[in-house]
């Protein structure tokens, strides 16, 4: 397949770095694992991501839609949510903090996509608007809050995603399901909201590489 440009081409780094992690790791047992799609899925995509990044919301609204009508939802990729806050406490800390405080009510993908709706205005008046109308617990999602039981996990992923090599968001990791990144059959590294021609290309190509 005809590759679309160099610029995307040359922006693909190829990784085989060793994920010693699972992808689940740092979930709760009663909570969402922050994975959409099918679990056996051939093909994985990670997102490292903070919500208030102007191109993290742009991939949002753009292209996720597509990723997930033709891929997720017909089985072919799982899609897992990183988080990558930009700054090390303020609003991008807040938000991941409050979508793992849902989905620590088994509402974890909802508060996601009302949070990235908001188009970057985020604060604590936004959180309580859209637990209400989650149907939350108010009281244990402001004790979740306040407490920091998150932090650690949410700055893991960021940890996580600079392992991968990225040191901005948005971040993108593709790679077959089964098995680990080795270099003979590295993950892809896409660093950057590219359209979704582009991250189309890349999972065919995966696609087809899967044994039959």
Not at 4 to 19: N, Q
Not at 142 to 167: M, P, S, V
């Amino acid at each position: 397949m005809k590759r679309h440009g160099t610029a995307f081409a040359s922006a693909l780094v190829l990784c085989a770095f060793a994920w010693s992690l699972p992808l689940w790791a740092g979930a709760p047992p009663d909570s969402d694992s922050r994975m959409r799609g099918q679990a056996n899925a051939p093909v994985t995509l990670i997102e490292y991501s903070d919500f208030t990044c102007g191109y993290c919301l742009k991939f949002f609204k753009d292209t996720w839609p597509l990723i997930q009508a033709r891929y997720v939802e017909t089985g072919k990729v799982r899609f897992f949510y990183r988080d990558y806050p930009r700054a090390d406490q303020g609003p991008g800390v807040d938000a991941a903090t409050a979508a793992r405080c849902a989905g620590a009510q088994g509402k974890y993908w909802a508060m996601h996509d009302r949070l990235f709706a908001e188009g970057g205005r985020l604060d604590k008046a936004v959180y309580l608007r859209h637990t209400t109308a989650l149907g939350l617990d108010q009281a244990a999602f402001d004790r979740c809050l306040k407490d920091g039981r998150y932090t650690k996990l949410i700055f893991e992923d960021r940890q996580e995603a600079n392992r991968w090599g990225f040191h901005g968001t948005p971040g993108f990791i593709l790679m077959r399901t089964a098995g680990e990144p080795t270099e003979q059959d590295p993950a892809v590294a896409i660093p950057g909201a590219f359209p979704f021609e582009m991250f189309a290309e890349e999972i065919d190509r995966l696609l087809a590489s899967v044994p039959r």
